[in-house]
């Protein structure tokens, strides 16, 4: 978000108005849905609601990671639909990252979108086993980046690619709205209550739609029987300043791969397009109570504990200063991935719970939620979700 290119706050909602679908949430499951909408039929008016700005949340802050992965991992996955279902599940997912990178190249979209996959790292001896089959070698692995911490990992070369969130964000809301779409931000949505249309009520008018879509994420849904299938987990991030050339050549990294390590307590790392490193994940902080305050977006004891880790895999880049330090609510569920259905006789979808994958999975949770209000029989809808 600390960019110049940064587009300005859009007006907010002033007075009712009517539509045929409102979109509630300005993050990627809002924008993909509203954009997916006007793509399928022209003709439907469309308005997304934002209550702060687009982007601002879970949206602007995590990784860049977008994974074809469906269900955070195949064994995961396969424990919640079965050994049948799986090979439908992972084509489903992998199609996804394709359309999304399709999405990317015909719109124009500059978000540093690379393909360039992910490596698993084992850092403890017992993590090696737990990798699975084709593992590289310590050797192997440092030759793509060089970490004295590295024992072994497994490259993901087609399932995930690195991109700027902020940045996709930002280019699918000028997409959404040169198709039509009409969006307004800092507009939260106080109530939802069915009648002839949905009524969504705002500090600054009501929004009368034939069908909703929810992408709420972390924060308190809307709709009531949700409000215990989520909690919120904070996640927390370091950017380093820009490598030098010689920097860079002391780690090697010169095929951009995303790292993520292979402990249940991980790391997750990339390279920026300007060449800092981003360095988040370790720490997993649940607040009693289920809150989200803006202090929590900040917490020194994180902070410092994943610069002692930067400094313990890197000793190379001793003295390389952080320049940026936030933190977010992640919107956790029992199963960790997102769970799709509808409310109010089909009117109304919803879909929660991504768990850390939405940057990949909400655009196939978009298209579900629309395929669910549309009541299409479609690949998706047939599935096991």
Known sequence: MDTPDRPAPRPALTGDVTCDLAVVGGGFS??????????????????????????????????????????????????????????????????????????????????????????????????????????????????????????????????????????????????????????????????????????????????????????????????????????????????????????????GWRNRQGFGDAGNQFHYYRLSADNRILWGGYDAIYHFGRKIKPEYDDRPATFETLAAHFVETFPQLAGLRFSHRWGGAIDTCTRFFAFIDTAMDGRVAYAMGYTGLGVGATRFGAQAMLDLLDGKDTEITRSPW
Not at 77 to 98: C, K, T, V, Y
Request: charged share 20%; glycine share 10%.
């Open 30 to 251: 809002g924008l993909w849905t509203a954009l997916l909408a006007k793509e399928a039929d022209p003709s439907r008016d469309v308005v997304l609601l934002e209550g702060d700005r687009l982007a601002w949340a879970a949206t602007g802050r995590n990784g860049g990671f977008c994974a074809a992965d469906l269900t955070h991992g195949y064994d995961n996955g396969l424990s919640r639909f079965g050994e049948a279902a799986m090979p439908g599940i992972q084509a489903l997912g992998m199609a996804n990252l394709d359309a999304i990178e399709a999405t990317v190249r015909n719109l124009g979209i500059d978000c540093d979108f690379e393909r360039t996959g992910e490596i698993d790292v084992a850092t403890q001896s017992h993590q090696l086993a737990e990798l699975g089959d084709d593992v590289m070698t310590a050797q192997e692995v440092r030759a793509e980046l060089d970490s004295p911490t590295f024992l072994g990992g497994v490259w993901d070369k087609t399932g995930v690619a690195m991109l700027n969130p902020a940045k996709l964000a930002w280019g699918l809301a000028d997409a959404a709205e040169a198709l039509g779409v009409r969006i307004v931000e800092n507009t939260p949505v106080r109530s939802l209550s069915a009648g002839s249309r949905i009524a969504l009520g705002t500090d600054h008018g009501t929004v009368h739609a034939d069908r909703v879509a929810l992408g709420t994420n972390v924060f308190q849904p809307l709709l009531r029987r949700l409000r215990l299938y989520t909690v919120p987990v904070y996640d927390y991030v370091l950017m380093t300043e820009p490598l030098s050339d010689a920097q860079l050549d002391s780690i």
